[in-house]
């Protein structure tokens, strides 16, 4: 059983900042990968950031030196600060995560309730 919840999304202007959190609770062995996706209205999910256990961060092209993926492994926590924000940002934003439930289980990814995000012109 895992469970992720998403928090930090809401309404902003364009050029403001917005910062969301997922937790994991549950019971499993490891998280591997985390990361966040979004998906606007009549389009398809789209890889925003990831980052492994071990620290390293990808970005879209479209958010890079806008939007910072970081996690505090202890909490089971991944963050995306994003700033700058855009009208073009505004998506549902999902968190993801890649889990291993035992020693001796297989990877297992889940994802969040997905959290809003609209920016203004």
């Known amino acids: 059983q895992v469970q992720l919840v998403e928090s930090g999304g809401g309404l902003v202007q364009a050029g403001g900042s917005l910062r969301l959190s997922c937790v994991a609770s549950?019971?499993?062995?490891?998280?591997?990968?985390m990361g966040w996706y979004r998906q606007a209205p009549g389009k398809e999910r789209e890889l925003v950031a990831s980052?492994?256990?071990?620290?390293?961060?990808k970005y879209k092209d479209a958010v890079k030196d806008r939007f910072t993926i970081s996690r505090h492994n202890g909490k089971n926590t991944v963050y995306l600060q994003m700033d700058g924000l855009r009208p073009e940002d505004t998506a549902v934003y999902y968190c993801?995560?890649?889990?291993?439930?035992?020693?001796?289980?297989?990877?297992?990814?889940?994802w969040g309730q997905g959290t809003q995000v609209t920016v203004s012109s």
């Open positions: 993801n995560v890649e889990i291993v439930p035992s020693f001796w289980g297989a990877y297992e990814t889940h």
């Open positions: 549950g019971n499993f062995f490891n998280i591997n990968d």
């Open positions: 980052i492994t256990r071990g620290g390293r961060e």
